[in-house]
């Protein structure tokens, strides 16, 4: 796969977008936390980082217009430059909990949708029979490239001061930038109406997006990722005082994130036989199940000191949740037309996510009331949840092979 030029730019630009991605959430969460010592500024956060899906679905017809390179240089550049003043203004007046809450939906929402443009791109540069390979792999690389600053985030946490490490993520996006400009890969047939009737063509592109997305197949497929987003956006809002609460240390935090990495890479490198060996209904119930089931007997014993056992239920519930993920993303490359993909995933996006800006500010509020061992464990239930859901749909469980899906008509 990496001998194809414009794949390899590609996924190395995407590993240092995803990077900076990680850190600027990591960092961002956990001194929110620490520097206010509530986890309501952390549901804000989370509140504000799920915020720019909802415009997502405006920003698939741009997607499948413009040249898929010049808008992920541009995205990178961007990035670089929001993270660039916000360290400066750190390291002239320093941490300021109200500014870096303004600055998040800001960097959310570029970074949102950088991500349904390299979507769209890869089947364009990869033949169809390598996309879950291409997919996997992407994943695999950037996981582990997370899970080395995961590793380490704990030790830059602690020696480093908030703008340090803004100067260093600024410099991850200026990687992403270089990368993202050598793909030679140009659109050579893109949509113009010679400056004529423009917006009549951008809604007309809007309906079509919107009225793929209303199949039955494509919201069936959809209606497990949405509960389980909500899942999510508790369950990330409520690990950082969890972890400090319980263990009073944020080398413990890196720990769990680079577990749960670990098991999303493993889960990557198995999911292409997965894929080819199950029905998509039945590996999405079974995955999302052991992500649930996984987590609730991490936390106990986690609370119970058995850390070893712990460590390992977090890395199976990264790992089933791990093969879903690329599933899912081969899915939703092989269904639209080519000329729709961007519309499709952005308008999926606004769709998946519409209920997690509630979930996290829920999230926040239900960790502090209740206390976050609690919360997370209700996150392990509503994930095994998503699984009943899912199995208990017989058009779900006859759903084919992801290998034996075609472009939905």
């Keep these: 796969m990496l001998s194809n030029l414009d794949f390899r730019n590609l996924f190395i630009g995407r590993l240092f977008l995803n990077l900076g991605d990680s850190l600027v959430y990591i960092i961002f969460m956990w001194f929110l ?5 509530d986890s309501l500024f952390a549901g804000i956060a989370g509140f504000f980082f799920t915020l720019p899906p909802f415009l997502g679905i405006f920003f698939g017809p741009i997607v499948d217009r413009k040249d898929h390179r010049k808008l992920l240089a541009l995205f990178s550049t961007i990035l670089l430059v929001l993270t660039l003043v916000l360290a400066v203004f750190t390291f002239f007046f320093g941490f300021n909990v109200y500014l870096l809450l303004l600055f998040i939906p800001f960097m959310a929402f570029v970074s949102e949708f950088s991500y349904p443009v390299g979507e769209s791109l890869v089947p364009r540069i990869v033949p169809e029979k390598d996309l879950t390979k291409a997919n996997s792999l992407a994943m695999i690389a950037s996981t582990g490239a997370d899970l080395f600053f995961n590793a380490i985030s704990a030790m830059l946490i602690s020696f480093l001061l908030f703008d340090q490490l803004l100067f260093l993520i600024s410099f991850v996006f200026l990687l992403a930038a270089i990368f993202f400009r050598k793909i030679q890969y140009r659109r050579t047939n893109l949509a113009t109406d010679g400056g004529q009737g423009g917006f009549q063509f951008y809604l007309e592109d809007l309906r079509e997006g919107v ?25 990330y809002v409520g690990l950082p005082e969890f972890v400090s609460v319980s263990f009073e240390s944020s080398s413990v935090y890196g720990l769990i ?17 997965l894929s080819s060996r199950i029905k998509i209904g039945y590996l999405v119930s079974a995955s999302y199940f052991v992500t649930g089931l996984s987590w609730i007997l991490a936390i106990l014993a986690m609370e119970s000191g058995f850390y070893v056992g712990a460590g390992i239920l977090v890395i199976l519930s990264g790992g089933a949740n791990g093969v879903v993920n690329i599933a899912y993303a081969v899915l939703f490359q092989k269904l639209p037309p080519q000329d729709m993909i961007g519309r499709v995933h952005t308008i999926n996006m606004s769709l998946i996510q519409s209920v997690t800006p509630i979930a996290s500010l829920f999230g926040g509020i239900l960790a502090s009331s209740i206390g976050a061992s609690s919360t997370l464990i209700i ?5 095994a949840g998503v699984s009943a859901l899912a199995l208990g749909s017989r058009a779900f469980r006859t759903l084919p092979k992801v290998e034996e899906i075609r472009v939905l008509e």
């Excluded at 936390?33 to 010592?37: E, K």
């Excluded at 749960?260 to 490198?269: D, E, F, N, P, R």
């Excluded at 996150?379 to 994930?383: A, D, E, F, H």
Aim: charged share 5%; aromatic share 14%.
């Design 379 to 383: 996150c392990g239930i509503l994930m």
């Design 211 to 235: 009225a793929f997305v209303k199949k039955p197949l494509v919201l069936l497929l959809l209606m497990p990722l949405l509960f389980l987003n909500v899942a999510f956006a508790m369950f």
């Design 257 to 273: 994130l680079m577990l749960l990495g670990i098991g999303s890479m493993v889960g990557a490198w198995f999911s292409e036989s």
């Design 33 to 37: 936390y620490n520097m206010t010592g």
